[in-house]
């Protein structure tokens, strides 16, 4: 393990992070300035949108710095935990942004795309970053072939769940206010929402990171063996967080004081038996109540909807277009994420537990993904599902996606539950 490789990698992973926050400023005074600007709009944005993606481009340069650094330091891919698999999918993400970009060459898409790389890239930063052994089930070749084809297809969805919402931020009219405009508009409102909700979750950690919170307790397990014996196992849960949910049978070792709170609110079910169960579920309140804070302080601050806000800008659009490359940025990642997610997944499967299926909550899932995006494209190309009821496909299924990524390994239980530690 070489530590200054390690260091140098950490470093520029950091930098790949600063350069997206700025392509992603630049993207936007990019179409804002095209919007406002009293010279020619196109040229405008021709400047602008070269600048942008050339800032945008070397934060992915610094990106793939820091995946080969890592690889060569750490003696191992850098896939095999959350913080590398998570940093390994953003840049996937980039790399097909690149790629839709080539073809297309529309500034628009690189301020959703960004944004979500962004949040991506923070997000990665909540694990531990250190350089872990690998378990005896990820030393394979097919690790590598699996892992990367199966985020390169997921990143392609990315792409197109950006576009897609780009897309229903075009056609869906906030000034209308028929019955199925404002249900438009509240659907749409939702997908923002969740969106600051995870902007909130990165607040929330972030904040109570730097500002050193911790609290501990200790957690005693009961188990019944088959001849009848108890065995209790005293384990310590550290959390980050204030204890909404503590742990199931737990007391209290060390707690910082927040609000006055010197105990958990509430005690977490004694059903949740999920690795690190009460602390997950006390996260995603925390991720909740921190993004709704979020959500209404910018309306507080706007005065009206997200949506409504961002709805002028894409005026000038064609969304047309836009349909056209949301499906074709999917209809690329299908193959992709086919080979990946299931035929290689199972070849891997089979030579580390020895069959090729077994029901893992992480495959099942993989095999909803794959049916959903079955099922998109069998209802655009045979059903003529196009613009609004497409587009709307498209953000489910990264929802989908996203839930499939993170909720299998930090909620559920399964073989891939190595990934989340």
């Known amino acids: 393990m070489n530590s200054s490789l390690l260091t140098f990698s950490s470093d520029a992973y950091l930098v790949a992070f600063f350069l997206y926050c700025l392509g992603f400023i630049s993207y936007g005074i990019t179409i804002a300035g095209a919007r406002y600007t009293k010279r020619d709009p196109k040229a405008y944005m021709k400047r ?37 698999f998570i940093s390994f999918l953003a840049m996937m993400i980039m790399l097909a942004f690149v790629v839709v970009h080539a073809i ?34 990820l030393q394979s070749y097919w690790l590598k072939i699996h892992v990367t084809t199966a985020a390169l297809g997921e990143a392609f969805f ?27 508009q509240r659907w749409v409102e939702i997908v923002m929402i969740v969106g600051v909700i995870m902007i909130g979750y990165l607040v929330s950690v972030f904040g109570f990171r730097a500002a050193g919170y911790e609290a501990v307790f200790v957690q005693e397990n009961v188990t019944i063996t088959d001849a009848g014996v108890d065995n209790t196992e005293t384990d310590e849960v550290v ?33 949740m038996k999920g690795v690190d169960a009460a602390r ?27 949506g409504a806000v961002l709805h002028p800008f894409t005026r000038g659009i064609d969304p047309d277009d836009l349909d056209e490359i949301s499906y074709r940025t999917i209809a690329i990642g299908y193959p992709l994420f086919t080979l990946g997610a299931l035929v290689f997944a199972m070849i891997w499967a089979y030579e580390a537990w020895s069959r090729f299926w077994g029901w893992d909550p992480k495959e099942v899932w993989a095999l909803i993904t794959w049916l959903y995006y079955t099922a998109y494209l069998h209802l655009r190309l045979s059903r003529g599902w196009h ?7 498209a953000v489910i299924g990264f929802i989908v996606v996203m839930f499939t990524l993170v909720g299998v390994n930090l909620v559920l239980v399964g073989l891939h539950s190595y990934a989340g530690v």
Do not use: C
């Not at 613009?387 to 496909?393: D, P, T």
């Open 48 to 84: 602008w949108g070269r600048i942008s993606y050339v800032i945008s481009l070397l934060g992915f340069v610094s990106h793939v710095a820091f995946f080969f650094t890592r690889w060569i330091g750490g003696g191992h891919i850098p896939t095999s935990n959350m913080y590398e």
């Open 104 to 137: 297309y060459r529309k500034a628009v898409i690189g301020l959703f795309t960004l944004p979500l790389i962004v949040i991506i890239v923070a997000y990665s930063m909540v694990f531990p970053q250190e350089v872990q052994p690998l378990i005896p089930a």
């Open 158 to 184: 990315a792409v197109g769940f950006a576009t897609a919402l780009l897309q229903l931020l075009r056609v869906v009219d906030f000034r209308e206010k028929s019955p199925r405009a404002r249900r438009s």
């Open 239 to 271: 959390y980050s967080l204030p204890p909404i949910f503590k742990p199931f049978n737990s007391q209290v070792q060390e707690i910082d004081s927040f609000i006055g709170l010197k105990d958990g609110v509430f005690e977490t079910p004694h059903w």
């Open 280 to 306: 997950k579920l006390n996260t995603i309140i925390w991720s909740i109540i921190a993004g709704l804070v979020v959500y209404a302080i910018i309306r507080l601050i706007l005065r009206k909807p997200i």
């Open 387 to 393: 613009g609004e009821k497409s587009a709307w496909l």
